[in-house]
């Protein structure tokens, strides 16, 4: 008789996959499960070897083949697949048994469905994972959320497949419900920020200065080994440094300038948009990649009139203070998400140890780099710090880069090239440290139109002025 599995993935494309036999490979029995056959097959024929592996043709040999209580893993595609995934199996599976839910969900739903399974006495845990295909195989950075009990019995599986870093394991449990699907769309909202300042980075060392695609990549790649470390700078310099083998060109020049999304960027908007929480580092790069997708408006507004051309340069000041500048916005991008992210905790009841987020973001996954070290530090220091930019650390670079970031971000408006990362992320530090901001402007407007109401600084309650009549002030 064929040995039980300890745990089950179903769902074996590139990500799926490589987790099954990141299980296999840390020796747990691991059942194996894809609605279209073949995947499984070619799983089991490539990689068999790796460890132990109990390969299922339907999705009741699947659940069989598993001891209880159940442990599966599901890695399908976001969205009806994974309820449709998940009506499969419900009827199959007994009270106990837990389904963890490994894709990118909107975390709504995870909610939904954590709630519905656990009618049914099912455990329902909603675990952001990150780190691509290498990472899934090597180790990812884990977001799981769900019940404590629930992290009580898988907590111990994901921690030992993550990713580690000085010894602990880039893996915790986030807090109940949708939390860790939450913290994995945020994620994946600072990776959209964090690769834009990146491409501005690039675009403005491309058409600013007289350095070349090798010669940029060699500017990232020294950058890596500063305070700028992180994967995203590490694999930017290679894609620069890649040649064309067809054409002998730089690769980034024969491939089409149309940024795709999945849409992880776009929820992570939407969320905040929800909570009003300003994300505008993350909704500019939404926006970014949706301005270069758009084809026939590009091609009507290409010949629109523009700065006259401006004199390049390849000074080491400039490359210098491009670092500076995309130093300083990172951080803000960084200092958005945590906010949206201890925004919902609060609005949730999640109660989200946000040091825990950065310190399980430094391995494994997309955004990690040298920096979230800082950021942890800085929530260990102060748990209800209300904005990262204003931890020590963070302020002083803030403060190093005060003439750079705005030399880069003029330089770019007289040459015209765009930098809406860089820009918008000025903009709401500017914003934030300013003693007074235009919006009693727009709450007079606001009165004016509407008799909406307005709070006044020197008293409380809320007042109109008769706009239309004798100008007079009343409570509202
Ligand atoms: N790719 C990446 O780098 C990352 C992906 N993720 C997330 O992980 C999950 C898996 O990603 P990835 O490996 O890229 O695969 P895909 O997102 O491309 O999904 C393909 C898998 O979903 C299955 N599937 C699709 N529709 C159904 C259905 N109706 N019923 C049953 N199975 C279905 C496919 O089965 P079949 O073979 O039969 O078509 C296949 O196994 C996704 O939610 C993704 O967002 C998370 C982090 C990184
Ligand atoms: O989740 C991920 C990494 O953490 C994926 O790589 C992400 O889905 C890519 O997103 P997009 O296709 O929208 O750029």
């Known amino acids: 008789m064929t040995e039980l599995a300890q745990i089950g993935v179903t769902g074996l494309a590139v990500m799926g996959r490589n987790l099954a036999r990141n299980l296999a490979r840390h020796g747990h029995v691991v059942a194996v499960h894809n609605r279209t056959e073949n995947r499984t097959k070619e799983l089991i024929e490539e990689f068999g070897h790796e460890g132990a592996f109990v390969p299922a043709q339907t999705v009741s040999e699947f659940v069989s083949s598993i001891a209880r209580p159940r442990k599966i893993i599901l890695m399908v595609k976001a969205g009806d697949p994974t309820d449709r995934v998940i009506d499969e199996l419900t009827p199959l599976l007994e009270p106990g048994d837990m389904i963890v839910d490994g894709g990118n969900a909107n975390f709504a739903e995870t909610i939904r469905r954590e709630e519905a399974l656990r009618e049914k006495g099912l455990y329902f845990v909603g675990a952001g994972i990150s780190g691509g295909e290498e990472g899934a195989l090597h180790g990812p950075s884990i977001m799981p959320g769900g019940s404590a009990e629930a992290y009580a019995q898988i907590g111990p599986i994901l921690e030992g497949i993550a990713a580690r870093v000085d010894g ?47 010669d940029i990549a060699e500017v990232f790649a020294g950058w890596n080994e500063g305070r700028l470390a992180s994967y995203l700078v590490e694999i ?40 009003g929480t300003p994300v505008p580092g993350i909704a500019e790069a939404v926006f970014a990649r949706a301005l270069s997708g758009q084809s026939e408006l590009r091609a009507a507004a290409r010949e629109l009139p523009g700065p006259p051309p401006g004199a390049r340069e390849a000074s080491r000041a400039l490359i210098d203070d491009i670092e500076k500048a995309l130093y300083a916005s990172k951080i803000v991008a960084y200092a958005q998400g945590f906010h949206q992210i201890a925004t919902a905790s609060a609005e949730f009841g999640w109660k989200i140890d ?35 930019l204003t931890d020590e650390y963070f302020l002083e670079a803030l403060a190093d880069a005060q003439k750079a970031w705005r030399r880069v971000v003029s330089t770019a408006t007289w040459l015209g090239i765009p930098v809406p990362g860089f820009s918008s992320a000025l903009a709401y530090y ?25 709070r006044r600084v020197d008293r409380a309650g809320t007042y109109h002025t008769a706009w239309s009549g004798d100008r007079g002030e009343s409570p509202s």
């Not at 089409?256 to 929800?274: I, P």
């Open 168 to 214: 602990r394991p880039c893996c915790t449990h986030v807090g109940p419900d949708g939390a860790g699907h939450f913290v994995k769309t945020v994620h994946n909202g600072i990776e959209y920020a964090d690769m834009q300042l990146i491409a501005e980075a690039y675009d403005l060392l491309r058409k600013a200065t007289n350095l070349v695609p090798d």
């Open 236 to 275: 930017t310099a290679e894609v620069l440094g890649q040649v064309d083998a067809e054409t002998g060109r730089p690769f980034v020049d024969v491939v089409m300038d149309r940024a795709e999304q999945k849409g992880t960027g776009r929820w992570t908007v939407q969320a905040a948009l929800d909570l």
């Open 354 to 388: 946000m040091g825990a987020m950065a310190r399980i973001w430094r391995g494994g996954c997309i955004i990690r780099a040298r920096f979230l070290d800082r950021i942890w530090s800085a929530y260990n220091a102060n748990p209800e710090l209300p904005t990262l």
């Open 430 to 454: 500017d914003g934030l440290r300013a003693q007074r901001l235009p919006a009693a402007l727009i709450q007079g407007q606001r009165d004016y139109f509407g008799a909406h109401g307005y």
